[in-house]
């Protein structure tokens, strides 16, 4: 059972932009208890293939900070444990969501959360924002945004955004299902 006050924010950062042909290669997740912080895990996955310079330029993850890191099959547990029965949260949730559920799937587990996209939800709330990029509109809104495309600064700066979203959309967040699928 999803419980509407718990949710866990996510963040990833990946060899490529399709789940189907590319892997995890860094994951934050920050658990809030309604917009409290109570949690945080933050873990380099190895993604037992090279990332290419481009994804090293964006990131500034190299294959060399890799080569120690586990690989994802040693930290799904974890990632079970402090995603279970919260709402998944993410920027752009299909994007994040759809890499966790292959690589679970790539070790036959079904991974299946209930989900909520602050870039739909931002649009709500925010709707004369002129872009819904994280970095856009976290800088809009005057939330800090420390390391960009590194999974635990993108994802502190969502669980931010989220607050103040939570904020706007109080009962939408709180009692709408229809913001649960993609």
């Known amino acids: 059972m999803v419980h509407t006050e718990r949710f866990s924010i996510v963040d990833t950062e990946t060899t490529g932009l399709r789940a189907s042909d590319n892997k995890i290669i860094e994951i934050a997740i920050i658990n809030m208890n309604g917009s ?39 930290v799904a547990k974890k990632i079970i444990e402090m995603t279970q029965d919260r709402v998944f949260v993410a920027h752009n949730a299909r994007f994040d969501f759809d890499f966790l559920q292959h690589e679970f799937s790539e070790l036959g587990y079904n991974y299946q959360a209930q989900t909520h996209c602050t870039v739909r939800l931002a649009r709500k709330a925010f709707p004369k924002e002129t872009s819904y990029s994280l970095p856009k509109l976290t800088a809009s809104l ?7 495309h590194r999974a635990m600064g993108d994802a502190l700066a969502t669980a931010e955004l989220f607050k103040r979203i939570q904020s706007s959309l109080t009962q939408e967040i709180k009692g709408d299902q229809t913001l649960a699928p993609f």
């Open 142 to 148: 005057g939330i800090s945004h420390g390391k960009k």
């Open 36 to 74: 409290q912080i109570v949690e945080k895990f933050e873990t380099l996955i190895n993604p037992q293939r090279r990332i290419t310079p481009l994804i090293s330029k964006i990131t500034g993850i190299d294959n060399q900070m890799l080569l120690q890191a586990p690989p994802f099959f040693k």
